[in-house]
């Protein structure tokens, strides 16, 4: 059984950091890119950040631009979301997904989701 778990979400202030992690089990992590999306409610699920299996970052969202770095750790299987000087506007659910072959931002592509981690940014 394939399970995708994110961590590390919460509440901080605006200009502040959080780093989100993503573990996989039950797939062969190295065989898959990984992605994060986010959603706030009233809006529709955004592409923020894909990794292809050699570890090439992809941006989908121009406002994280400087700010995200995406990264991962094959050996252990988790995905990593730096987000710094955060703000409002990056309040969402954060959720890890992953498929084989290429990055994408279509979700419909994404076969292996997770239940999410929240991200509340006050100013």
């Known amino acids: 059984e394939v399970q995708v778990v994110e961590s590390g979400g919460g509440l901080v202030q605006s200009g502040g950091s959080l780093r989100l992690s993503c573990t996989a089990s039950?797939?062969?992590?190295?065989?898959?890119?990984m992605m994060w999306f986010r959603q706030s409610p009233g809006k529709e699920r955004e592409g923020v950040y894909c990794i292809s299996k050699g570890g090439v970052a992809y941006l989908f969202a121009d406002s994280v631009n400087g700010r995200f770095t995406i990264s991962r750790d094959n050996a252990k299987r988790t995905m990593y979301l730096q987000m710094n000087e955060l703000n409002a506007g990056d309040s969402a659910m954060y959720y890890c997904a992953a498929r084989p072959a290429f990055c994408r931002g279509d979700s419909n592509l994404y076969a292996y989701w997770g239940q999410g981690t929240q991200v509340t940014v006050s100013s």
């Open positions: 039950g797939l062969d992590f190295a065989d898959y890119v």
